[in-house]
Nanobody, 114 residues
Framework: QVRLVESGGGLVQAGGSLRLSCAASGGIFNTMGWYRQAPGKQRELVATITYGGSTNYAESVTGRFTISRDNAKNTVFLQMNSLKPEDTAVYYC??????????WGQGTQVTVSS
């Protein structure tokens, strides 16, 4: 059974930093990523990383967020710096099998105060 368990969210002032972690179990996945959903908005892609370390970022977080992974621990991280109030959202860890079946974590709240 595949599980994605996020941690590391919280409340931070604008300009601050947070580091999210997502521990995966039940499988090894090529691409893992982070999405976020703000109140009243659609869920959007934040960043993805392949098993080999290739990364992709949303334009809104490029230069501020860094995604990384520890393949030995099957864990993916999201380092978020220079946080803005508009980064406030529930952040979800995501992956999918080659068949297309998707898995989501339970989400972790990130709140950035101005």
């Amino acid at each position: 059974q595949v599980r994605l368990v996020e941690s590391g969210g919280g409340l931070v002032q604008a300009g601050g930093s947070l580091r999210l972690s997502c521990a995966a179990s039940g499988g090894i996945f090529n691409t893992m990523g982070w999405y976020r959903q703000a109140p009243g908005k659609q869920r959007e892609l934040v960043a993805t990383i392949t098993y080999g370390g290739s990364t992709n970022y949303a334009e809104s977080v490029t230069g501020r967020f860094t995604i990384s992974r520890d393949n030995a621990k099957n864990t993916v991280f999201l380092q978020m710096n220079s946080l803005k109030p508009e980064d406030t959202a529930v952040y979800y860890c995501h992956t999918r099998r080659s068949s297309g079946y998707e898995y989501w974590g339970q989400g972790t709240q990130v709140t950035v105060s101005s």
